[in-house]
């Protein structure tokens, strides 16, 4: 376990609540791409995958939180896309 690693995760994912809490009220997409948010998850599923396979300790649950965060995330800007499509 490294303690630099989880400084990496615990300041990536203090961000991720404020921008789940914009998407919710703001109900827009503006500012937001689909493509870094995806690209982000599929980032913290590779870091998931690693700790599962080859080095398994504590830290796989702070990528865990992390791309559900970024998950919820997605889906908000999903449905944000498909509100302002009506």
């Known amino acids: 376990m490294s303690v630099f690693e989880i400084g990496m995760l615990l300041c990536f994912g203090a961000a991720w609540p404020f921008s789940i809490y914009k998407s919710w009220k703001s ?6 791409s689909i493509l870094f948010l995806c690209v982000v ?3 913290y599923l590779s870091g998931i995958m690693h700790k599962l396979f080859f080095a398994f300790d504590g830290v796989v649950y702070l990528y865990c939180l992390n791309a ?3 998950g919820t995330d997605i889906g908000l800007y999903i449905r944000n896309r498909t509100m302002g499509k009506k």
């Open 41 to 43: 998850f599929a980032g």
């Open 27 to 32: 109900r827009q997409t503006a500012g937001k």
């Open 68 to 70: 559900l965060m970024v």
